[in-house]
């Protein structure tokens, strides 16, 4: 658990994300672009940590089909809807640099929860929601369904002989 210090007053509020989720996400990432044609036959990996040329911000995977459709990736453990905000900000970013070309933002994640694909249908926001497959949390060490909170570690006590 991490302590994040915001707001005018000064006040605390907790942030309840696993420390290591960024690195675990990243690893999930690389194993997925590193199988990438068995994955997805019909792309082919541009570049992993996409930057653009008007802002600091990354998507995490561009890939390009046969149709030269170019697709924006965000990888995420449980996708909630601060993704679809993210995803639409790199797609648009990448269609203003790239002349308008068709681009396709993809959203990969192990869970998604019930807001995201509810608000990607009714407002027709044509982002590829893709459910990772749970033999893949191998590749992140990710264990089990990601609940947001951190659990206490219990320390081993040695026990008196």
Not at 57 to 82: C, G, N, P
Request: proline residues 3%; aromatic residues 8%; hydrophobic residues 45%.
């Amino acid at each position: 658990m991490v302590a994040v210090r915001g707001g005018a007053a000064g006040d605390f509020r907790l942030n309840l994300v696993e420390e290591n989720a960024d690195a675990r996400e990243l690893a999930v990432r690389d194993y997925f672009a590193r199988h990438l044609a068995r994955m997805r036959p019909l792309e082919q990996l541009a570049k992993r940590e996409q930057g653009y040329v008007a802002s600091r911000l990354r998507a995490d995977m561009r890939t390009v089909d046969m149709q030269e459709t170019i697709r924006e990736w965000e990888f995420k453990l449980h996708a909630d809807y601060s993704v679809l905000g993210q995803i639409l900000t790199y797609v648009a970013l990448a269609r203003k640099e790239l002349d308008f070309r068709v681009v396709r933002g993809v959203v990969a994640a192990f869970t998604f929860s019930d807001e995201v694909a509810l608000a990607n249908e009714v407002m027709n926001l044509n982002i590829e929601l893709v459910t990772l497959p749970e033999w893949m949390r191998g590749a992140g060490k990710v264990t089990g369904h990601s609940t947001g909170v951190s659990l206490p570690r219990i320390p081993q006590i040695a026990q008196p002989e």
